[in-house]
């Protein structure tokens, strides 16, 4: 009697392991996670097909609809599952960051958008053109981030200050220090590999008017001005800057 009971325990047993691998395996955002390279592609597709629409409007400046960002929720859960499958790789870490970017997750895209950076030396593509210009987009992004970042900061910075909290004041104007230190050193960067993307030159300009380098943030802007007259960030920084 006793084996027959522990026979019928390992059936049920074995039963249950099977239910289980058969059933979808979830990423913490509740899309089915990679478990292949078929997987992989397949979760490229969605991923592109929820997000380039949106993402290509967000580029151009183009207003992005309730329902885009909607897609771009999706879109984003599927390049988590890449990232969870293949942690390597710049491209679905950039594609990540940039859903959250466009929905106003901004410490979140920043984190993705680090990490897209940090990938660059292990990407198995990483010497493809492809895989430099994303990296030089995030540094750009990063730069972009910090700097609405750093604002953040200084805001705080000044509504501790008005309240009489010394420490608080200080450690926002420590951070908004830290972000325009690493917009400057990021925004540098990415206009060494493209001197003529007028983005990067208007962030590194905003970053150095924020420092009070008056005359590199001249030239800076002048530049983008000369690349991208229309664009209204080129046409905010050139007023700031008196041009």
């Known amino acids: 009697m006793k084996n027959w009971l522990i026979a019928g325990a390992v059936v049920i047993g074995l039963a249950v392991v099977m239910f289980l691998s058969d059933r979808p395996q979830l990423t913490p955002s509740g899309v089915e996670l990679v478990r292949g390279w078929a997987?992989?592609?397949?979760a490229k597709t969605k991923a592109e097909k929820f997000g380039i629409g949106p993402?290509?409007?967000y580029m151009s400046n183009e207003p992005v609809t309730d329902k885009d960002?909607?897609?771009l929720k999706q879109s984003a859960k599927y390049f988590e599952s890449m990232c969870l499958f293949e942690p390597r790789r710049v491209q679905p870490y950039f594609g990540w960051a940039l859903c959250l970017l466009i929905n106003g997750e901004k410490e979140k895209a920043s984190e993705k958008l680090h990490q897209a950076v940090?990938?660059?030396?292990?990407?198995?593509?990483?010497?493809?053109?492809?895989v430099k210009l994303t990296v030089n987009e995030a540094l750009g992004m990063i730069a972009e981030v910090d700097l609405d970042l750093a604002?953040?900061?200084?805001?705080n910075f000044n509504s501790m200050s008005q309240?009489?909290?010394k420490t608080g004041a200080d450690a926002a104007k420590d951070r908004a220090d830290r972000f325009y230190a690493e917009a400057l050193a990021f925004s540098s960067e990415a206009i060494?590999?493209?001197p003529n993307n007028y983005r990067y030159l208007v962030a590194r300009g905003n970053v150095e008017l924020a420092l009070g380098q008056k005359k590199e943030a001249k030239e800076d802007i002048a530049k983008a001005y000369t690349l991208a007259p229309n664009?209204?960030?080129?046409?905010t920084a050139a007023k700031m800057a008196g041009l």
């Open 39 to 42: 997987d992989y592609e397949a």
């Open 55 to 57: 993402m290509q409007k």
């Open 69 to 71: 960002k909607e897609d």
């Open 118 to 130: 940090l990938n660059r030396d292990s990407d198995p593509n990483k010497t493809t053109d492809a």
């Open 151 to 155: 604002a953040e900061e200084l805001a």
């Open 163 to 165: 309240a009489g909290d």
């Open 192 to 194: 060494k590999a493209n």
């Open 231 to 235: 664009d209204p960030r080129v046409r």
